[in-house]
């Protein structure tokens, strides 16, 4: 069984910071890449930043140059630094995972339960 467990969300004023974290727990043989995605209320959920696991990294052009996403591999943990925050910005918040478990030859795509950003003054 895997766990994907999101935190970090919160009330933030525009032009404020917030810092996610996504922890990643169970029987994993190994995970590859690792992201966040995002969903506004009435629009489609988004990528917004995933980072492989030799640390290639790939942003929204809307985030790009404001969010930063990195991992600690041995604590299998990725996080986003969100700074500049828009209003826009505002969404529920996803990490995603892809993995492999131990005891199976495939791979899974695993999903937190999503945090609320919020951005507003």
């Known amino acids: 069984q895997v766990q994907v467990v999101e935190s970090g969300g919160g009330l933030v004023q525009p032009g404020g910071s917030l810092r996610l974290s996504c922890a990643v727990s169970?029987?994993?043989?190994?995970?590859?890449?690792m992201g966040w995605y995002r969903q506004a209320p009435g629009k489609q959920r988004e990528l917004v930043a995933n980072?492989?696991?030799?640390?290639?990294?790939n942003y929204v052009d809307s985030v790009k140059g404001r969010f930063t996403i990195s991992r600690d591999n041995p604590k299998n943990t990725v996080y986003l630094q969100m700074n500049s925050l828009k209003p826009e910005d505002t969404a529920v918040y996803f990490c995603?995972?892809?993995?492999?478990?131990?005891?199976?030859?495939?791979?899974?795509?695993?999903w937190g339960q999503g945090t609320q950003v919020t951005v507003s003054s």
């Open positions: 995603n995972v892809h993995l492999r478990p131990v005891a199976i030859t495939g791979t899974l795509d695993c």
């Open positions: 169970g029987y994993i043989f190994s995970i590859y890449t």
């Open positions: 980072i492989t696991n030799s640390g290639s990294t």
